[in-house]
């Protein structure tokens, strides 16, 4: 039956005061009812606005309809057919700018919950015995992924399902990539991920894991132990720093540090054996994703009395999802907004100590069609922080590009590659993600990989490598 409410179904979440001292996941799933319920309120267009916004083109009307109708299975087959990594995309996926945003229903109220239910049907299939994925016998062709963040997976089990013998090379001990090192407990939960990745190695794909390509061997190397083609999808994991004075002081982390040691290496629980500073007030400069998680991580630790977030701009222009914003504010994070440092301060032992900021306005927009922000004169005002997180951007590791000498790369580290087909200048070679983009989203590196692998197989199959 229909569902004519113009407002999404409510998703079930922890009390914030609750979550704030806690790393269990925020939102807590549809039921059964609920997702029927919000799944009815679909009306099944015929030419599927919402499919042009996906990134890996998921037939969403197709399995939102299957939902109503009470049959996840079915659901979960015709999203699967598209998407390797479901449950990780219901739970991180910015769908509110990219399918959600086309939907009908939001013409007229709010558009239906895709995420929700897409995370559903995935905690639906992840609750019983693995649905095995129809796949290819194998060829015996070697393919060689480098990378096992979401680019990476994507393009390995896309090539593993057409038969190709794939191995992917892992820098880190443990495999996911941003999934399990940037991404925190609460929002995705790295069971979630260990599924995901088991899946993939069940069709048959191998894991090198702390193998660092460019030090462990080359890409050239690679293509020397027989592999056909390379897929470079390594990501973009160098901080960026705003190079401000007091930068070097003791307590500042860049948010890829302090994220990895609290989402990787557990620096959180009490069992952990891996180091972060215990510090009272904690100041993180940015407004995206990554600056939301690191404060909420930071929030949680023992002895953590006060958060604040310091952004340049307002909250209209913060370019994190609207949700992980409106978490962050529930959970009693402090938002400094239209405020940008200028300098770190330090006490006589090298500790930082507060961080000098000015305030700002908005002026003309820039090249990114923003609008400019500008200091005011004479604003200049301290934040007491004994904890300085910076979390403005990140760029590609520049170790491949420096031991592959033949693959170009743009003026900011990264590869160049057809975003729309992941081929490189250099035969054989492809690459898509945040090593082509820069740092982006889960679902549009997950995008790259498929169409990589794609092109992989078109020029296998056309003797072009």
Not at 24 to 44: F, H, K, M, P
Not at 177 to 199: H, N, Q, S, W
Request: with cysteine.
């Amino acid at each position: 039956m229909f569902n004519k409410s113009l407002v999404k179904t409510p998703i079930p979440e922890q009390d914030p005061k609750a979550r704030a001292g806690n790393f269990s996941e925020v939102a807590l799933g549809y039921t059964d009812e609920q997702a029927i319920s919000e799944a009815s309120r679909c009306i099944g267009c015929k030419h599927k606005p919402c499919v042009a916004g996906c990134p890996v083109e998921v037939d969403i009307p197709a399995f939102v309809l299957k939902l109503a109708a009470g049959d996840p299975a079915a659901a979960y087959e015709i999203i699967r057919s598209n998407n390797a990594l479901p449950a990780m995309c219901g739970r991180v996926c910015p769908q509110e700018t990219q399918c959600e945003v086309l939907c009908v229903r939001g013409k007229k109220g709010d558009p239906v919950a895709v995420g929700r239910l897409e995370r559903y049907a995935a905690d639906w299939a992840m609750a019983r015995p693995r649905l095995e994925m129809a796949h290819a016998a194998p060829n015996g062709i070697k393919v060689a992924v480098i990378g096992s963040g979401p680019a990476g997976l994507t393009c390995a089990g896309e090539l593993a399902c057409m038969g190709y013998d794939v191995t992917i090379f892992e820098a880190f001990h443990k495999p996911g990539g941003v999934l399990v090192y940037g991404i925190p407990e609460f929002r995705l939960p790295k069971a979630i991920v260990t599924y995901e990745i088991d899946g993939l190695l069940a069709q048959g794909v191998k894991l090198a894991s702390n193998c660092v390509i460019g030090r462990s061997m080359s890409v050239d190397e690679l293509f020397s132990d027989g592999f056909r083609a390379v897929f470079i999808g390594s990501g973009a994991g160098l901080p960026t720093f705003m190079k401000i004075p007091g930068e070097n002081f003791n307590g500042v982390y860049s948010a890829n540090e302090f994220l990895t040691r609290i989402n990787l290496m557990r620096a959180f629980a009490e069992d952990g054996d891996t180091p972060i500073m215990r510090a009272r007030r904690v100041a993180v400069v940015g407004g995206g994703n990554v600056a939301m998680d690191a404060a909420r991580c930071a929030l949680r630790l023992p002895g953590v009395a006060h958060v604040t977030i310091v952004y340049r701009r307002s909250e209209r222009e913060m370019p994190a999802r609207i949700e992980e914003i409106h978490h962050a504010q529930e959970e009693g994070i402090d938002f400094q907004l239209l405020t940008n440092p200028v300098e770190l301060l330090g006490d006589e032992k090298g500790w930082v100590s507060a961080m000098a900021c000015v305030r700002m306005e908005l002026s003309e927009p820039d090249d990114s069609g923003r609008r400019r922000p500008v200091p005011i004169q004479g604003s200049r005002f301290e934040i007491e922080a004994d904890c300085v997180i910076m979390a403005i951007g990140s760029s590609p590791n520049p170790l491949i590009r420096q031991t592959t000498p033949d693959l170009q790369v743009n003026k900011w580290g990264c590869v160049v590659a057809d975003e729309a087909t992941g081929r490189t200048e250099k035969k054989g070679v492809y690459a898509g993600g945040d090593a082509v983009t820069g740092a982006a989203t889960v679902i549009l590196a997950m995008g790259a990989g498929r169409a990589a692998a794609n092109s992989i197989h078109q020029d296998i199959l056309a003797g072009l490598i």
